[in-house]
């Protein structure tokens, strides 16, 4: 007997700061010498020794059956070049080992802007149509280490998604 595998779409929105708050932040430009404030990356990395690097990755498709979730800190993804790419993402909830299937969403990330991901926050990605994409990453230097926790539907569901 065998199972069969499902693929769920998943519409990708383009992101806002009202539209991605359940998940991070969206951080756009502003002008020098503003004051801190809510427009501002609200950053969580006193677990660790920070991260600041530019990962380059390959075209990858848009489909996915794995996410994952850092909850020692939070992390910031942004491209390089004003490359657009995608990403899927579901609420921190601590009280639950595997995301929430009803929550997952997914959003696309103009390339002049960056994301901060809240403590917990699923995601998937980034992924693009672009050959490569080089993304600066704010994370802790061991967060891939030690705090690097993968949910697999294919596993769990026999489900896997695409943005569309």
């Not at 489909?63 to 994952?68: P, Q, R, S, V, Y």
Request: aromatic share 12%; proline share 4%.
């Amino acid at each position: 007997m065998t199972t069969s595998q499902t693929v769920q779409q998943l519409q990708a929105e383009w992101v806002t700061p009202e539209s991605f708050q359940r998940f991070g932040q969206v951080i756009f430009a502003s002008s020098d010498g503003k004051a801190f404030d809510e427009k501002d990356a609200s950053l969580n990395l006193q677990n660790g020794i920070p991260r600041f690097y530019i990962m380059r990755l390959q075209k990858k498709g848009r489909k996915f059956h794995k996410i994952t979730r850092h909850q020692q800190c939070t992390q910031c993804l942004g491209s390089l070049e004003g490359k657009d790419w995608l990403i899927a993402v579901c609420p921190p909830d601590n009280n639950l080992n595997e995301p929430a299937l009803s929550e997952i969403a997914a959003f696309r990330i103009p390339g002049n802007c960056f994301i901060n991901l809240h403590q917990g926050t699923w995601h998937a990605g980034p992924y693009f149509e672009h050959e490569f994409v080089d993304f600066y990453n704010l994370e802790l230097a061991d967060t891939n280490v030690v705090d690097h926790f993968t949910h697999d539907f294919l596993k769990s569901h026999q489900l896997e998604f695409e943005m569309l």
